[in-house]
């Protein structure tokens, strides 16, 4: 006796259909990575082995290195001690460039005449300094 046995159904696959798996659609979902470099891809993974994987952002500006003031206030006797600050008259003179930051913020309490010298200070700093009786100092770029 003959069986008829139902064909198996095709189905259409779509754009972003390749060999049964999904490939990602166009925007911001990211790529494919390095996916298909398989029983083909022999030649290519010489080139993928070389290289290596670059991942994440980097970003093209370079970053202010920072100290808070209340790291240099906490600090300031000990900087004196190591010879990284100088003591003028009743205050202590803090150059914090010298010290490898850029620029100062204002988080934490000043209690001590401080003359903070940097490149660049937030807007709150320069109040606190003041009120403790010191001063800050902006220095030039060379």
Known sequence: MVVKIARKSVRKKGNNMRSGRRLRGSGNRGGSGRGGSGKRGRQKKTKFI???????????????????????????????????????????????????????????????????????FSKNVADKVVKSGGETVVLGLK
Do not use: Q
């Open 50 to 120: 070389l290289e290596p994987r670059k991942k994440g952002f980097f970003s093209i500006y370079t970053k202010m290195k920072t100290v808070n003031i209340g790291y240099l206030n906490n600090h300031a006797d000990e900087l004196v001690k190591s010879g990284a600050a100088k003591k003028e008259n009743d205050a202590i003179v803090i150059d914090v460039s010298a010290l490898g930051f850029d620029k100062v913020l204002g988080k934490g309490k000043v209690d001590k005449k401080l003359v903070v010298k940097a490149k660049s």
